[in-house]
């Protein structure tokens, strides 16, 4: 009888497995889409540890007191150590999900006594070890598993994000502070100079050569640039705050180098590479996601499928048919089940429907991700190239502007040029060697966004 129904079981298993197949299907990136098929394309391309996407952060930032401060943020960052327990638990419930193929075992001794009537008392004992097997047939705990093995790539896809998003976020905040001294030391050393000046003016003055308005405009002009300082000094402890939080301890003050000089070991080629968005940790996730809600949705159509399980209880007992007998006996059982959803309510129907909506929404959220990385890389590109182009400009304006101010300054020495004249040129070499300044920050900021939109950080 026994060898009857497990046959009966088997043939209905292979009639439904003709219509089922697909649910083992491993997932694969869908085809016909031109922004799928591009990603597709850089997966093909072969790794080169040379190229931008592939170089570790070390040989990017060679800077040693940069290099220190990304370490610390790297070691005590409560974000990364919070994107690694989340792999963490990702491998636990991938354990999880694995185990789900091994029969379930469970010992559950009880025992009793009843009397009726006065009648005596009969202890009753069972000692069973029961067993459950759910056969997967029409992978059921398969897609589980792939998706939870998909769930633990997203989560290592995160931490690598994160990690990125905090050595370029160090990188970042560290010229930004370095930046500000620089400007700090440049508007200190143009105060001395208005100093100076305004003491050229007061004996001037006294010589005859001026009057009391020229003196008092430069007086004016000099406590200007001192006012600048004070914002300054603010705006450079707010980022070494910044800093401080990144490496994740109390608001200190970081010794930073002096020069924003920052440049790739690598040529940076005009246009966007294809391993760029391959090598992007946020667009593998968002393939990852895509991937998860593939195997959702297999889950879902398993739901349609019956569900085989072989039990069986073994044990000792003293309860034989409602007899007690002493001294007790070893007993086994054996069952086998299986259930055919014919009508739930539409709740399979249901989700699954939800399941292909999900579905389509991780695939929009992954073309997105794809579209987003070629954008951060077009970007940081044409910003490297702006502001090369404008950091040479403005160096040529401010040679020309420093021997203006020469010229003006000799010609007002003379008698023959104005108070406003000098006035004129000294501050627009000033605006000029700040505006250097920052064309250079804002070269080395733009190399640094290259370098995280291109998937760096390792």
Same mark, same amino acid.
């Given at each position: &009888? &026994?060898?009857?129904?497990?046959?009966?079981?088997?043939?209905?298993?292979?009639?439904?497995?003709?219509?089922?197949?697909?649910?083992?299907?491993?997932?694969?990136?869908?085809?016909?889409?031109?922004?799928?098929?591009?990603?597709?394309?850089?997966?093909?391309?072969?790794?080169?540890? *040379?190229? !931008?996407?592939?170089?570790?952060?070390?040989?990017?930032?060679?800077?040693?007191?940069?290099?220190?401060?990304?370490?610390?943020?790297?070691? +005590?960052?409560?974000?990364?150590?919070?994107?690694? !327990?989340?792999?963490?638990?990702?491998?636990?419930?991938?354990?999880?999900?694995?185990?789900?193929?091994?029969?379930?075992?469970?010992?559950?001794?009880?025992?009793?006594?009843?009397?009726?009537?006065?009648?005596?008392?009969?202890?009753?004992?069972?000692?069973?070890?029961?067993? =459950?097997?759910?056969?997967?047939?029409?992978?059921?705990?398969?897609?589980?598993?792939?998706?939870?093995?998909?769930?633990?790539?997203?989560?290592?896809?995160?931490?690598?994000?994160?990690?990125?998003?905090?050595?370029?976020?160090?990188?970042?905040?560290?010229?930004?502070?370095?930046?500000?001294?620089?400007? *700090?030391?440049?508007?200190?050393?143009?105060?001395?100079?208005?100093?100076?000046?305004?003491?050229?003016?007061?004996? &001037?003055?006294?010589?005859?050569?001026?009057?009391?308005?020229?003196?008092?405009?430069?007086?004016? $002009?000099?406590?200007?640039? !001192?006012?600048?300082?004070?914002?300054?000094?603010?705006?450079?402890? !707010?980022?070494?705050?910044?800093?401080?939080?990144?490496? $994740?301890?109390?608001? =200190? $003050?970081?010794? %930073?180098?002096?020069?924003?000089?920052?440049?790739?070991?690598?040529?940076?080629?005009?246009?966007?590479?294809? +391993?760029?968005?391959?090598?992007?940790?946020?667009?593998?996730?968002?393939?990852?996601?895509?991937?998860?809600?593939?195997?959702?949705?297999?889950?879902?159509?398993?739901?349609?499928?019956?569900?085989?399980?072989?039990?069986?209880?073994?044990?000792?007992? /003293?309860?034989?048919?409602? &007899?007690?007998?002493?001294?007790?006996?070893?007993?086994?059982?054996?069952?086998?089940?299986?259930?055919?959803?014919?009508?739930?309510?539409? =709740?399979?129907?249901?989700?699954?429907? @939800?399941?292909?909506?999900?579905?389509?929404?991780?695939?929009? /959220?992954?073309?997105?991700?794809?579209?987003?990385?070629?954008?951060?890389?077009?970007?940081?590109?044409?910003?490297?190239?702006? +502001?090369?182009?404008?950091?040479?400009?403005?160096? /040529?304006?401010?040679?020309?502007?420093?021997?203006? %101010?020469?010229?003006?300054?000799?010609?007002?020495?003379?008698?023959?040029?104005?108070?406003?004249?000098?006035?004129?040129?000294?501050?627009? *070499?000033?605006?000029?060697?700040?505006?250097?300044? @920052?064309?250079?920050?804002?070269?080395?900021?733009?190399?640094?966004?290259?370098?995280?939109?291109?998937?760096?950080?390792?």
């Amino acid at each position: &009888m &026994m060898k009857r129904f497990f046959r009966y079981i088997i043939c209905l298993a292979a009639l439904t497995c003709l219509t089922g197949c697909h649910i083992y299907n491993k997932y694969e990136l869908p085809e016909g889409n031109a922004i799928v098929d591009d990603y597709a394309h850089s997966l093909q391309e072969a790794p080169d540890s *040379l190229t !931008l996407p592939y170089l570790s952060w070390e040989k990017v930032f060679t800077d040693p007191q940069l290099q220190t401060l990304i370490r610390a943020a790297l070691t +005590n960052n409560k974000d990364l150590q919070n994107a690694k !327990l989340n792999i963490d638990i990702a491998q636990a419930q991938l354990k999880g999900a694995k185990l789900s193929y091994f029969p379930s075992l469970a010992f559950t001794p009880n025992g009793g006594s009843a009397s009726y009537g006065g009648s005596h008392m009969n202890w009753s004992y069972q000692l069973p070890l029961s067993a =459950q097997w759910e056969i997967d047939i029409f992978g059921k705990i398969l897609n589980a598993k792939r998706q939870a093995r998909t769930a633990l790539e997203q989560s290592e896809d995160y931490a690598q994000a994160v990690r990125s998003q905090i050595v370029c976020g160090v990188a970042t905040t560290y010229y930004s502070i370095v930046l500000l001294k620089q400007q *700090l030391e440049l508007t200190t050393r143009t105060a001395e100079i208005w100093k100076d000046q305004v003491h050229t003016m007061e004996l &001037m003055k006294q010589a005859g050569s001026t009057n009391e308005a020229a003196v008092v405009q430069s007086r004016a $002009n000099y406590y200007n640039i !001192l006012s600048t300082i004070p914002d300054m000094e603010q705006q450079i402890q !707010l980022m070494q705050t910044s800093l401080s939080l990144l490496v $994740n301890t109390y608001p =200190q $003050n970081w010794e %930073v180098s002096g020069s924003l000089d920052f440049s790739l070991p690598v040529e940076i080629k005009d246009g966007m590479t294809l +391993n760029y968005l391959a090598s992007r940790p946020d667009v593998r996730a968002a393939e990852r996601a895509f991937a998860s809600a593939y195997y959702a949705t297999n889950s879902a159509r398993a739901a349609f499928y019956p569900s085989l399980v072989i039990s069986g209880t073994g044990g000792f007992t /003293n309860l034989i048919g409602g &007899m007690i007998v002493n001294p007790g006996k070893w007993f086994v059982q054996i069952a086998g089940s299986l259930t055919a959803p014919i009508f739930s309510r539409g =709740q399979n129907i249901a989700r699954l429907e @939800a399941a292909k909506a999900q579905q389509q929404q991780a695939l929009n /959220n992954f073309q997105y991700a794809v579209l987003g990385a070629a954008a951060d890389v077009s970007d940081a590109m044409v910003k490297i190239t702006k +502001n090369a182009e404008k950091g040479k400009l403005v160096q /040529n304006q401010i040679q020309e502007l420093e021997k203006a %101010v020469e010229y003006t300054q000799t010609l007002f020495m003379v008698g023959r040029g104005t108070y406003l004249e000098l006035l004129t040129a000294r501050s627009s *070499l000033l605006n000029a060697q700040l505006s250097g300044l @920052a064309c250079q920050h804002a070269r080395a900021a733009a190399l640094i966004s290259l370098y995280q939109a291109a998937g760096g950080g390792r």
